[in-house]
Structure formats: C-alpha cells, structure tokens
C-alpha cells in the first residue's frame, strides 16, 4: 500500500514509527516527550548493530536450545547463532530483518503481513504473521496472529529497549510475577520454575534492576489481558498488560530495558511449559498493551 520507509501514526499524546522492516516500532513518545525507546538512525544499523532494537522476533523469539527441535514427531535443526550452539530469535533468516507488506494503515493504525515459505527459515509450513498497532491517547496495542498449513513453532516477540527518556539505571522496574525461570551456562531454562522471593530476581515492587538479568518471568495462565509489568523513570510510568504466558526481562544493556511479553523460551524441550506449536487448526494469538503516565 506504501512505499514510504516508515509509518508515522498519532492519537492524541502517543505518536510512534512503524518500519516495516522488521514490523519494527522505532520511535514512541508521549505528550512531546523525547523517544521513550532507543531506535535506529538508518536501515544499515537496523540491520547491524540494532537489529533488536524495536524488531518483532520470530518466528520463535528468545532460545532453543542446541539449535534442535521436535515438530509432530519429525527433527528439525535450526541455524546456531549464540556461541555455535544454541538458536536465539531465530537466527539470520527471523522475521527481525524481514520486510513486512503494509495490508491498511490509517492516521492511527496499522496491520503489517509477512507470508514465509515452508523451510525459507528452517521451520516447517507455509505461515502468514500479522501485527496489529491500534494508538490510543495513552499508549498503543500491539496484536499479533500466526497461521501455518503445517506443525510448525511460533512464539513472538517485540524486542523494544525502553528508555523513557533516561538510561537504564535511572529506571525502576516491577514485574508482576513471583516466578522466574532459572537458566543454564547458554541462557536456555534448566526446567525448574523457581519462587523470586529472596533472590536478585524478585521485582515484585518498583526496583531498579542489577545488569545481570535476562530470564523469563511466568505470568498466571489464561487467555485474558493481565498486568505483566511496570517501568518507571523520574517523570513517566509505563504499564504493560498482555495475554502472553511469559515476560522476558533484558537488562544488560545501559541504554535501556527489554521487556518483552512472550511464550516461554525453549519450549519444545520443556513438556510441562506452555507448548509454542502451530497447527493449521490453532492459530497463533497474542495482544499487549502499552499505557503512559505522567509522574
């Protein structure tokens, strides 16, 4: 519909870029506020050194481990992108680099679509992704939906690094959760399903988070909208609600933090997690929504 680079879209305070490469959200801000996440300055960084910077990651974001997984009884082997052994956001052929079909887009809004072909990234099916962003004068929604002709995998991600204007150590953090998944040397879960009470994992109130965290917290189960998290600067809050299972939590980086609702990584390998697995009869589905207040 658009040959433009990006889409600018505006409901009353919230305005934000919409890129189609990588279905990327590159600038957001609220009542004239600076960008409140860290964005690309050009395609060429987009592609390098902020390729998750705002990129929705998929087909299956965060990590499977040793690139190998199980789909309706058939061993598929995915491209090891960490260290040669595990795979993380896909590897180089995720939909973080791909240049999504702009299907409607209004003052607003905007529905971006990706068709991949069977195996074009290593999974199996002929899938269709399509991401939602609906503005309200507060925040925005973000609503994904996944089909596929064939098992297949899918758990996405938006990979946004929250500023609010500051950097990362000026920023409080809550997660509303009171488990996490504990992790091994390569960052992919042990299995175990751990209590946060009395560790550097327990974000239960307003926290500035140490640099040593990127673990899933699990959120209550359910198919309804529920508090996932809340980020805090000086003079802005944002409130993050989501039907995902899970919330990776980033925050290596001094530029920000990624909060990410999700499934919870390295699935396949997990029986007792909840199960990422595509069918032609079980749609893919997930919404989030994003609120600003000012402090």
């Given at each position: 519909m658009t040959d433009a680079p990006f889409l600018t879209l505006t409901k009353g305070r919230t305005t934000l870029d919409l890129w189609p490469l990588g279905a990327r959200i590159n600038r957001i801000t609220f009542a004239g506020s600076d960008s409140l996440v860290d964005g690309a300055a050009s395609e060429a960084e987009a592609l390098g050194a902020k390729l998750n910077h705002g990129s929705l990651c998929g087909p299956v974001a965060n990590r499977i481990a040793g690139g190998t997984a199980a789909i309706a009884g058939r061993d598929f082997a995915f491209e090891r992108n960490e260290n040669g052994r595990t795979t993380l956001h896909s590897g180089a052929k995720s939909t973080r680099s791909a240049r999504f079909e702009v299907v409607e887009a209004g003052d607003d809004h905007a529905r971006l679509a990706l068709d991949i072909a069977h195996m074009a990234d290593d999974f199996p099916g002929n899938r269709r992704i399509e991401l939602t962003c609906q503005l309200h004068d507060t925040g925005f929604d973000l609503?994904?939906?996944?089909?596929?002709?064939?098992?297949?995998?899918?758990?996405?991600?938006?990979?946004?690094?929250?500023?609010?204007?500051?950097?990362?150590?000026?920023?409080?953090?809550?997660?509303?959760?009171?488990?996490?998944?504990?992790?091994?040397?390569?960052?992919?879960?042990?299995?175990?399903?751990?209590?946060?009470?009395?560790?550097?994992?327990?974000?239960?109130?307003?926290?500035?988070?140490?640099?040593?965290?990127?673990?899933?917290?699990?959120?209550?189960?359910?198919?309804?909208?529920?508090?996932?998290?809340?980020?805090?600067?000086?003079?802005?809050?944002?409130?993050?609600?989501?039907?995902?299972?899970?919330?990776?939590?980033?925050?290596?980086?001094?530029?920000?933090?990624?909060?990410?609702?999700?499934?919870w990584p390295d699935a396949p390998h997990h029986a007792h997690f909840p199960s990422i697995l595509l069918t032609p009869d079980a749609p893919y589905t997930q919404q989030s929504r994003y609120r600003f207040t000012a402090r």
């Open positions: 609503s994904y939906r996944a089909t596929s002709d064939a098992p297949s995998l899918m758990n996405l991600a938006w990979h946004p690094y929250w500023t609010l204007g500051r950097d990362r150590a000026a920023l409080a953090l809550q997660i509303f959760s009171d488990r996490y998944l504990p992790v091994d040397d390569d960052k992919t879960p042990t299995g175990e399903i751990a209590d946060v009470t009395g560790t550097a994992f327990d974000l239960r109130t307003l926290t500035r988070p140490g640099a040593g965290i990127d673990h899933n917290y699990c959120l209550d189960p359910g198919s309804e909208m529920r508090p996932a998290a809340r980020l805090a600067s000086d003079t802005l809050m944002l409130d993050i609600d989501t039907t995902a299972p899970g919330v990776q939590i980033f925050t290596g980086k001094p530029l920000g933090i990624a909060i990410e609702p999700q499934h």
